[in-house]
Nanobody, 122 residues
Framework: QVQLVESGGGLVQAGGSLRLSCAAS????????MGWFRQAPGKEREFVAG????????YYTDSVKGRFTISRDNAKNTVYLQMNSLKPEDTAIYYC???????????????WGKGTLVTVSS
């Protein structure tokens, strides 16, 4: 089992920044590609960003490219999502995800966090 705990969500004005963190515990962190998904009210959960087990490769959905950056610190068992130039449409619950694979494209998530709410006001 892998336990994932997100933090860093909150209320921010449009154009502002937030950094989300996800602390992992349980099995070996470097066995997992990590990522972030989000779910806006009334919408399905969608992929946002992923990072390979080494941290070398990243993958983003088009709507966040150039604004969001995913990174990981394997010594701290933590993955981050730096979100800049936030827009009201980024408002959602953001979920941390772990997948037992190496590449950054998460398509079969093994573990989920409980989520952290990000609200962007206009």
């Amino acid at each position: 089992q892998v336990q994932l705990v997100e933090s860093g969500g909150g209320l921010v004005q449009a154009g502002g920044s937030l950094r989300l963190s996800c602390a992992a515990s349980g099995r070996t962190f470097t066995n997992y590609a990590m990522g972030w998904f989000r779910q806006a009210p009334g919408k399905e959960r969608e992929f946002v960003a992923g990072i390979s087990w080494t941290g070398v490769s990243q993958y983003y959905t088009d709507s966040v490219k150039g604004r969001f950056t995913i990174s990981r610190d394997n010594a701290k068992n933590t993955v981050y999502l730096q979100m800049n130039s936030l827009k009201p449409e980024d408002t959602a619950i953001y979920y941390c995800a772990a997948q037992a694979s190496r590449g950054p494209n998460l398509n079969a998530v093994d573990y989920w966090g409980k989520g952290t709410l990000v609200t962007v006001s206009s």
